[in-house]
């Protein structure tokens, strides 16, 4: 019985913890629009660490949408080719927090942007209540490279929510993806 509520206390926990992180004080959606890289990357999945040596820097774009929502089309270099995705991010009446609908999942995702600087460097946590808790942290600089102190900074973040170290990374650049002229 103790090992029981041991255990349903450690989840409730990890769960606080997912939700408890607050957005970007101030948050400035026209001024968080634009061209992203993902520079760095921590995902707690365990099938993630064998994959990582795959990863590379993506780019994207985020748009407002009329409607105050957010569109971000993501161009990821896999091994066949660069293949541009595009995600609907639904505000919430939390600046800086949105949902979407993870057609890959089949499932809503919570987004929040936790920290930017908005010329620099965003540090965004995505939650998801899978089959289990799955978080992810990724890193976004406004180009490809990123000073050692965000990256430190962005370590320090995915290590203080509980990442293994190695979960996290920094990828390397992807060659032509996307392609020049697209973006």
Request: hydrophobic residues 40%.
């Amino acid at each position: 019985m103790k090992t029981t509520m041991l255990s349903v206390t450690m989840v409730l926990m990890c769960v606080t913890m997912a939700h408890s992180v607050k957005p970007q004080k101030d948050f400035n959606l026209e001024k968080f629009a634009g061209k992203w890289y993902r520079v760095g990357l921590a995902y707690d999945s365990p099938g993630f660490i064998p994959l990582r040596d795959k990863v590379k820097i993506s780019m994207g774009i985020i748009t407002i949408m009329p409607s105050g929502n957010v569109n971000l089309t993501m161009w990821e270099a896999l091994s066949v080719a660069c293949i541009p995705k595009s995600y609907q991010y639904n505000k919430t009446s939390v600046p800086g927090q949105f949902i979407y609908f993870s057609t890959r999942h089949n499932m809503m995702k919570d987004v929040t942007v936790v920290d930017t600087n908005y010329t620099e460097y965003a540090v965004v946590l995505k939650y998801k209540n899978f089959d289990r808790e799955y978080t992810q942290v990724a890193l976004y600089g406004r180009s490809p490279r990123t000073k050692v102190q965000i990256l430190q900074k962005f370590k320090a973040f995915a290590l203080s929510r509980g990442f293994p170290r190695a979960s996290i990374l920094t990828p390397p650049p992807a060659e032509n993806c996307p392609a020049s002229g697209s973006g």
